[in-house]
């Protein structure tokens, strides 16, 4: 079983929608997490952290569930430019992060 | 520019040839890391340094894969007899804290 799972995709969204990713981990003793945003041909770059509290940044909310081992990201009023690939991410002992294979997002006109 | 940078941006070698590719974290940042990212796959962690101390290399890929951070500044990564299945971006993260930064990577190209 891989660390960390995410449907691969694509999801393709007219503008305005609101889509959903979901991501699972394997590691019960991990420890922090992150939703990070990678352009084609670009390095990834944080988007949000995760807390089980759930966070919310403008249009993006990301939640935590420990006991599922379960993290999500929403994104409302989808636009253009969120097109990317959304990779979710775990920290398991505050060194490496495991990446997901991301799920790409392409937003329509 | 005050990012994490990365040199060279891209590398076409042949088959056999050694590579070495550097990485300049942000300047107050005493953590270092390198990641492999293939097509298609998230970044995959090979070593991490705390100032000049690699404290985690197990996850580097073979042993013609080393990393040094001499002065705990600025960072290599080498590849010895490259392989066609090398070919991969080389991305270099640094941290403070927990949140890590990453540079715009190396794309390596093995002929």
């Known amino acids: 079983r891989k660390e960390v799972e995410q449907d691969p995709g694509p999801f393709n969204v007219p503008e305005g929608a609101t889509v959903a990713f979901n991501c699972t981990y394997s590691?019960?003793?991990?420890?922090?997490f992150f939703w990070y945003r990678q352009d084609c041909r670009k390095e990834p770059k944080l988007l949000m952290s995760?807390?089980?509290s759930g966070n919310e940044d403008g249009r993006f909310t990301a939640q935590l569930n420990r006991a599922s081992q379960y993290i999500s990201l929403l994104i409302r009023d989808s636009k253009l430019s969120d097109s990317a690939t959304y990779l979710c991410?775990?920290?398991?002992?505050?060194?490496?992060?495991?990446f997901g294979k991301g799920t790409t997002l392409s937003v329509s006109s | 520019d005050t990012g994490v940078s990365q040199n060279p941006r891209h590398k076409i070698t042949k088959r056999g040839q050694n590579v070495t590719f550097r990485c300049d974290p942000i300047?107050?940042?005493?953590?270092l890391y390198w990641y492999r990212q293939t097509l298609g796959q998230g970044p995959e962690f090979l070593t991490y340094f705390q100032n000049e101390a690699q404290l985690e290399k197990s996850r580097l890929l073979s042993d013609r894969f080393s990393a040094e951070r001499p002065k705990g500044s600025f960072s290599t990564l080498e590849i010895q007899r490259t392989e066609q299945g090398d070919s991969a971006m080389y991305l270099c993260?640094?941290?403070?804290?927990?949140?890590?930064?990453f540079g715009p990577g190396t794309r390596l190209l093995v002929l």
């Open positions: 991410v775990v920290n398991q002992a505050g060194t490496a992060l495991i």
């Open positions: 590691n019960s003793a991990s420890q922090s």
């Open positions: 995760v807390y089980s």
């Open positions: 300047s107050e940042h005493n953590r």
């Open positions: 993260a640094s941290s403070a804290q927990e949140t890590q930064y």
